[in-house]
């Protein structure tokens, strides 16, 4: 017998850097501690956990009210274990089994956290209109996305801890580290060229964060990119390049007309140019970053 019920799919971000950076033993226990502390407060908000996902946790809650507040309180103490979350909320119907949940709106949960970029809560339209108005007022509508399965885009909006105005548009950053090193050959590589800087990505560099950040490895300085605007993976042979920004991320290949990304994702194939912000027209502008794919 299928439930309605607000869905809140919860990622611990970075936890592989995390594993390299301090061990697997130290990681582990820390993010156990973080786990444990989310279920904590999923709990104190009349939730209920139903499962591990590795490094982050699928739970449910009778009302989005329930869901969001539950939420908000993990955002606020996220910077109390040095990590960051990553939240997907969702409301719709669900079929109860012993262990786990089923049904299409898991799949929506699931879809709109994989979205969400580092400390950021994503929910859809479903959940949104369920709030009550001091948490309604706490939303901001973004866009509405694809999800398999669905013949309509889906609205979703982000949750903030305040009631802040919008922010303004701001600039990019690519982050990553270079990578030069002779055992990097025969494998699968993606190069992107900025400027006067050339970041090779592969299994030894299976992310790239986009955006304006000084922490960032390549600085895309360009006003009409975000300072979080893009990560890029390394995933079952695949870059993957998912758009987390105001303004979109144009990904043009070959002569082709380019693909328009509004949080959404698209795999990088062959050579081309993208453009965090606007159309890419030539590899000179300021926001546009040239890539090839290559087999060393």
Do not use: W
Not at 117 to 124: S, Y
């Amino acid at each position: 017998m299928e439930k309605p019920l607000a869905l809140q799919f919860v990622d611990i971000v970075d936890s592989t850097q995390l594993y390299e950076r301090i061990g697997n033993v130290p990681a582990a226990t820390l993010a156990q501690r973080v786990l444990a502390h989310l279920r904590l407060i999923i709990e104190a908000n009349a939730g209920r956990v139903i499962k591990s996902l590795g490094d982050g946790l699928l739970a449910a809650f009778p009302t989005a009210d329930d869901a969001v507040v539950s939420t908000l309180a993990m955002m606020e103490q996220q910077g109390d274990y040095g990590l960051r979350l990553r939240i997907g909320l969702h409301f719709g119907p669900v079929i109860q089994g012993r262990e786990d949940l089923y049904g299409d709106a898991c799949n929506v949960a699931a879809r709109v956290e994989a979205i969400a970029r580092a400390g950021e809560v994503l929910a859809t339209d479903d959940l949104v209109q369920r709030l009550s108005p001091p948490l309604h007022r706490k939303t901001k509508l973004l866009n509405s996305i694809s999800v398999k399965g669905k013949t309509t885009p889906i609205r979703v909006f982000q949750i903030r801890l305040t009631d802040e105005a919008e922010e303004t548009v701001e600039s990019t950053t690519v982050g990553l580290t270079l990578s030069n090193r002779p055992d990097d050959r025969g494998m699968l590589s993606l190069h992107m060229d900025y400027r006067d800087a050339t970041v090779t990505m592969n299994r030894l560099l299976p992310r790239v964060t986009i955006g304006r950040q000084e922490t960032s490895g390549l600085r895309i300085l360009s006003r009409q990119t975000s300072r979080q605007h893009a990560v890029i993976d390394f995933s079952r042979e695949s870059f993957i390049l998912t758009d987390h920004s105001t303004n979109g991320t144009f990904v043009r290949t070959g002569d082709s007309l380019p693909v328009v990304l509004r949080r959404d994702s698209t795999k990088l194939v062959g050579s081309g140019l993208i453009g965090f912000g606007a159309e890419p027209r030539n590899a000179g502008e300021d926001h546009v970053v040239a890539f090839r794919g290559e087999l060393a």
